[in-house]
Nanobody, 128 residues
């Protein structure tokens, strides 16, 4: 079992920044950040392959958000810049222990079904 503890989030004005953290209690292979707005499906936005630090982003956040890791602390971060009201959602971190490599250059995938362990979620609200 892997336990994930999230922190960060909150309310910010458009154009502002926030940083989320996710501490994992055990070894993982892939970690990712997901978000879910009211009435919408859970969306994968950033992933990191733990053993190589290989990152991937959805088009909706590429260039604005940065996922990173602190291997010594077994912690993942999401730095969110240039936030817009469309980024308002509940944000979840997730982890999986199985390899997700798809043979086409993607080491960790965006599908929520690929991840076995989930954090409790933290709300991010961006006002205009």
């Amino acid at each position: 079992q892997v336990q994930l503890v999230e922190s960060g989030g909150g309310s910010v004005q458009a154009g502002g920044s926030l940083r989320l953290s996710c501490a994992a209690s055990g070894s993982v292979t892939c970690m990712g950040w997901f978000r879910q707005a009211p009435g919408k499906e859970r969306e994968g936005i950033a992933t990191i392959y733990w053993y190589g630090g290989i990152t991937d982003y959805s088009d909706s956040v590429k260039g604005r958000f940065t996922i990173s890791q602190d291997e010594a602390q077994n912690t993942m971060y999401l730095q969110m810049n240039s936030l817009t009201p469309e980024d308002t959602a509940m944000y979840f971190c997730a982890a999986g222990r199985r390899s997700q490599y798809n043979g086409a250059g993607r080491w960790c995938l965006f599908g929520p079904e690929r991840y076995n362990y989930w954090g409790q979620g933290t709300q991010v609200t961006v006002s205009s």
